[in-house]
């Protein structure tokens, strides 16, 4: 299918594009990768007004790092994350998560602002978001606001974002001597996530843990941290029955629902196996 006939704009700079989105009244999107919205437009699941395209705007992609926070850039590309020695050293779980998503095409032109406001309730890049605490930079007619990401993410593809606002860049914490892991179930490599679990943990030297951030994917609306399993990890040594208790509560917590991946009683099943493998792997990575 071709998609419906709209307005192809070509924003200069952030300013240009929110003033591009607030012209057509909230009925425009950004493009960046496009790896979600060209699909979505040819099957005509959107029919916006306007496109406007943030492609060619100087310094949106950067990757940074800054007084123990990295910043990346909303159009920062997967395999520029992927590659980055900054996010190597820095941020092990975002690059590692990076690589879970599609294909070598897919991470050459999807971006990490475009999977963010895209807001898939199994995408890798909002799991590892909230995982890890990011900041989510929105730019709108009025000026800049932060958002949190425990606060952008509200159902299947919908954010507290505003029609008219734009992200432009993510600040992730950058937290000395944190270690993550990532575990998902897939039919094969490279498809959207059954489920998937991030954890995030900074261990005391003393075999146990200082805290420890659960967060899950693909068991409910959209992506979201574990509260009552976090807080019961933090302080453990991560023994057996604590993480089996974990387990169980990162399962009521989920709310998942059946489509033609997975019936909600399977994926409910499967959180406390995929919260267990884990933590098996956080452990693992605090003794590396």
Not at 96 to 101: G, H, I, N
Not at 127 to 142: E, F, N
Not at 183 to 203: P, Q
């Amino acid at each position: 299918m071709k998609p419906a006939a709209f307005e192809y704009v070509v924003a200069a700079s952030p300013g240009e594009a929110v003033a591009a989105l607030a012209s057509y009244d909230g009925d425009a999107r950004i493009l960046a990768g496009g790896q979600s919205l060209v699909p979505m437009l040819n099957m005509r699941l959107l029919r916006p007004a306007a496109v406007v395209d943030v492609n060619r705007i100087d310094g949106l992609g950067d990757i940074e790092e800054d007084e123990g926070a990295v910043r990346v850039g909303a159009l920062a590309r997967y395999a520029a994350i992927e590659f980055s020695p900054v996010v190597a050293a820095r941020l092990p779980l975002v690059a590692e998560a990076v690589t879970y998503v599609g294909d070598r095409q897919v991470r050459n032109r999807g971006t990490l602002g475009g999977s963010l406001a895209q807001a898939d309730p199994s995408g890798e890049m909002p799991l590892v978001a909230l995982a890890l605490g990011a900041t989510v930079s929105a730019l709108g007619p009025d000026g800049e606001r932060r958002v949190p990401a425990a606060e952008l993410f509200l159902g299947p593809y919908q954010t507290s974002l505003e029609p008219d606002e734009m992200i432009t860049e993510v600040e992730f914490p950058a937290v000395p001597g944190a270690v993550g892991a990532l575990v998902e179930h897939v039919r094969r490599h490279g498809d959207f996530a059954v489920l998937a679990v991030a954890a995030v943990g900074v261990a005391d030297g003393d075999g146990r843990w200082a805290s420890v951030r659960i967060a899950l994917a693909g068991v409910g609306p959209h992506p979201f941290v574990a509260e009552e399993a976090s807080a019961m990890l933090s302080g453990s040594a991560l023994e057996p029955e604590a993480v089996r208790a974990a387990g169980e509560a990162c399962a009521a917590a989920g709310d998942p629902s059946s489509d033609v991946r997975a019936s909600a009683e399977y994926r409910r099943h499967l959180v406390p196996i995929y919260v267990e493998r884990a933590l098996e792997r956080l452990k693992a990575g605090s003794a590396a």
